[in-house]
């Protein structure tokens, strides 16, 4: 009995949190000091499920079974919770009256094969209406947000999803949708980019747009800044001897660049760093470079242009580039005057932070050290 309270208790914990009108949870992390550490306020059950601990078996296969849910759907991770609990609650029951639980199963099995003839009868396809098949999508999307946090701007951001699982055009690897999360603004402000956006600064003093660019998407070290060496130990009598090695990864580098370069490109993004010595090359010869591109996001920016990640330079006819209309700078967020944005702060208050500061700042940096006094010892007789 005890594999059927764990589990209707799960059932129970995720209940409350469906529908629309569905009850939020805290759920509170518990830091490494055994004080509560970050706290987070969800009604999401994959959310929910996933952050409990859990000991009992029946309730872990409740858990897995969402987290399948989630994996292969997206959405209904708690229904699918609350049936399976529900079943086992009607089992339960029905094993208490000496019902033996392989003529449960049996009659559940020919339960399942009702509900889904009836699911696929009431189902209907507008796929090949295409404002049928948006009008939809809409309708799904605004009863998957019905019941999440964003309810009240759901037909914002059913309108974003729709959109972005509109540009793929059939294709179902969602990783290709990218989210990007920025401080600051409201939560309206969330919009669908046409293009693809990268967290990343082009270098410096080089072309900040580009047309019809070429691009070469790579992933190799362009760090040539210092001296590596690896499996070997050399001793240098004088530091000419250390500035012809770094000469000699210059120049070994140089030649890299010139490899990069003969691709006949206009845009370089590397996985990897690009150090001062490589980026100036690149602003020499008017290519914009573009540094630190995280692993995922090289994955889905090559697929997004075309391109192939490649980490050797020999055969340029063999390298395919990727290709795009515009690559521009563009700046995400409020930039402007504090005046003409109204924002208006005390000049006490200011006066005050700018002073205390400095003399916090000006006091840290008068210490040479630290030191640590013994406390004294105190003898019987000593008053406290």
Request: charged share 25%; net charge negative.
């Given at each position: 009995?005890?594999s059927?309270?764990?589990a209707?208790?799960i059932?129970?914990?995720v209940?409350?949190?469906?529908?629309?009108?569905?009850?939020?949870?805290?759920?509170v992390s518990m830091?490494?000091?055994?004080?509560?550490?970050?706290i987070?306020?969800?009604?999401?059950g994959?959310?929910i499920?996933?952050?409990?601990?859990v000991?009992?078996?029946?309730?872990?296969v409740?858990?897995?079974?969402?987290?399948?849910?989630?994996?292969?759907?997206?959405?209904g991770?708690?229904?699918v919770?609350?049936l399976?609990?529900e079943?086992?609650?009607e089992a339960?029951?029905?094993?208490a009256?000496?019902?033996?639980?392989?003529?449960?199963?049996?009659g559940y099995r020919?339960?399942?094969?009702?509900a889904?003839?009836v699911l696929?009868?009431?189902?209907?396809?507008?796929?090949?209406?295409?404002?049928?098949?948006r009008?939809?999508?809409?309708?799904i999307?605004?009863?998957?947000?019905s019941?999440?946090i964003?309810?009240?701007h759901?037909?914002?951001?059913?309108?974003?999803?729709?959109?972005?699982v509109?540009?793929?055009?059939?294709?179902?690897?969602l990783?290709?949708?990218?989210?990007?999360?920025k401080?600051?603004?409201?939560?309206e402000?969330s919009?669908?980019?046409?293009?693809?956006?990268m967290?990343k600064?082009?270098?410096?003093n080089?072309?900040?747009?580009?047309?019809?660019a070429?691009?070469?998407?790579a992933?190799t070290?362009?760090?040539t800044?210092?001296i590596?060496i690896?499996?070997s130990?050399?001793?240098?009598?004088?530091?000419?001897?250390?500035?012809?090695?770094?000469?000699?990864e210059?120049?070994?580098?140089?030649?890299?660049?010139?490899?990069?370069?003969?691709?006949?490109?206009t845009?370089?993004?590397n996985?990897?760093l690009?150090?001062d010595?490589?980026?100036q090359l690149?602003?020499?010869?008017?290519?914009?470079?573009i540094?630190?591109?995280?692993?995922?996001?090289?994955?889905?920016?090559a697929k997004v242009?075309?391109?192939?990640?490649?980490?050797?330079f020999?055969?340029?006819?063999?390298?395919v580039?990727g290709?795009?209309?515009?690559?521009?700078?563009?700046?995400?967020?409020?930039?402007?005057?504090?005046?003409?944005?109204g924002?208006?702060?005390?000049f006490a208050?200011?006066?005050?932070?700018?002073?205390?500061?400095?003399?916090?700042?000006e006091?840290?940096l008068?210490?040479?050290?630290?030191?640590?006094?013994?406390?004294?010892q105190?003898g019987?007789?000593e008053?406290y």
């Amino acid at each position: 009995m005890s594999s059927f309270i764990g589990a209707i208790a799960i059932g129970d914990l995720v209940k409350s949190t469906m529908g629309p009108k569905g009850m939020d949870k805290i759920l509170v992390s518990m830091g490494s000091d055994g004080y509560p550490g970050e706290i987070q306020v969800t009604n999401d059950g994959a959310t929910i499920l996933r952050s409990i601990g859990v000991d009992n078996p029946a309730a872990k296969v409740l858990v897995n079974i969402s987290k399948v849910q989630d994996d292969q759907v997206g959405d209904g991770t708690t229904s699918v919770t609350v049936l399976a609990a529900e079943l086992l609650r009607e089992a339960e029951l029905l094993v208490a009256k000496k019902l033996h639980p392989q003529t449960i199963i049996s009659g559940y099995r020919e339960a399942a094969k009702v509900a889904m003839q009836v699911l696929t009868d009431t189902a209907i396809d507008n796929g090949k209406d295409n404002e049928a098949f948006r009008k939809d999508l809409m309708n799904i999307a605004r009863t998957t947000l019905s019941s999440k946090i964003l309810n009240q701007h759901k037909e914002h951001f059913a309108e974003l999803a729709v959109n972005a699982v509109l540009r793929l055009k059939g294709n179902n690897d969602l990783e290709l949708i990218q989210i990007l999360k920025k401080t600051g603004g409201s939560i309206e402000d969330s919009y669908l980019d046409e293009g693809f956006l990268m967290e990343k600064e082009i270098g410096h003093n080089q072309p900040k747009r580009i047309e019809d660019a070429r691009i070469l998407v790579a992933n190799t070290p362009m760090d040539t800044d210092k001296i590596k060496i690896f499996g070997s130990k050399v001793k240098v009598d004088s530091t000419a001897k250390i500035a012809e090695i770094e000469l000699a990864e210059k120049n070994k580098m140089k030649k890299k660049v010139e490899k990069i370069l003969s691709h006949n490109i206009t845009c370089f993004i590397n996985r990897q760093l690009i150090y001062d010595y490589p980026d100036q090359l690149f602003a020499d010869a008017g290519v914009m470079a573009i540094e630190h591109a995280d692993f995922d996001g090289m994955e889905r920016l090559a697929k997004v242009l075309g391109a192939e990640i490649v980490s050797t330079f020999d055969q340029p006819d063999k390298v395919v580039l990727g290709s795009c209309k515009v690559i521009e700078e563009v700046i995400i967020g409020e930039v402007g005057d504090m005046r003409e944005l109204g924002i208006t702060e005390s000049f006490a208050v200011k006066n005050a932070v700018v002073n205390s500061a400095a003399e916090a700042a000006e006091m840290i940096l008068r210490v040479d050290d630290i030191l640590k006094a013994t406390p004294r010892q105190r003898g019987g007789n000593e008053c406290y």
